[in-house]
């Protein structure tokens, strides 16, 4: 169902709906956003990624990680970074610029991870290898992960600037918003 959005607000308040929706469904378009990164060999480093948590208030991202991803290295040295999400129900591609903060320990990260230890998604935090590593065999058996230590970190991405791109056969639009400011640009 395609919905037709006129005003600068509507857009951005269904923006906001989206994300927040694609965090709790897992079957949403928008739950799995390509995310980039600069790498410190200043290339761009893209990849999958799961959004766990939208905070529409604090304009806010939350993802899982291994604490020694690439990505975590990355956004230390660089935390400038993009997600890039593509609806093919709405003809929107929305490109979100973002300043990343990495959490490695603290009470959100106790809070969160007392939440996921007994579940089957903890073993993504408790490999002894790290992300990357050349492995001998692809299915790692249970040796493969302590069982009391976790790499489990928090990846907290504020939003920036959003790009909104709406394809359609009455016309592109596209604008970009930078704190709350909206402006019109050629598609």
């Given at each position: 169902m395609k919905i037709e959005l006129e005003?600068?607000?509507?857009?951005l308040d269904?923006?906001?709906?989206?994300?927040?929706?694609?965090?709790?469904?897992?079957?949403?378009e928008?739950?799995?956003?390509?995310?980039?990164t600069i790498t410190n060999e200043d290339q761009v480093n893209a990849r999958t990624v799961v959004l766990r948590a939208?905070?529409?208030?604090?304009?806010?991202?939350?993802?899982?990680?291994?604490?020694?991803?690439?990505?975590?290295?990355?956004?230390?040295?660089?935390?400038?970074?993009?997600?890039?999400?593509?609806?093919k129900k709405?003809?929107?591609?929305?490109?979100i610029r973002v300043q990343v903060n990495i959490l490695t320990q603290g009470e959100q990260v106790e809070s969160l991870w007392n939440q996921l230890k007994s579940s089957r998604a903890a073993q993504d935090?408790?490999?002894?290898?790290?992300?990357?590593?050349l492995i001998l065999?692809?299915?790692?058996?249970?040796?493969?992960?302590?069982s009391n230590l976790s790499y489990f970190a928090i990846l907290k991405a504020k939003?920036?600037?959003?790009?909104?791109l709406e394809l359609s056969s009455k016309g592109h639009r596209r604008a970009i918003i930078k704190n709350n400011n909206w402006a019109w640009i050629q598609p």
């Open positions: 005003t600068s607000q509507e857009i269904q923006i906001w709906r989206e994300l927040s929706r694609a965090s709790k469904d897992r079957h949403h928008w739950r799995t956003p390509v995310f980039a939208v905070d529409i208030k604090a304009h806010e991202f939350t993802l899982f990680t291994d604490a020694r991803s690439s990505k975590v290295l990355e956004c230390e040295r660089h935390p400038d970074a993009m997600f890039v999400f593509w609806s709405l003809n929107w591609q929305i490109r935090y408790t490999s002894l290898h790290s992300p990357g590593t065999q692809p299915n790692s058996s249970d040796s493969d992960h302590a939003v920036v600037e959003i790009d909104w």
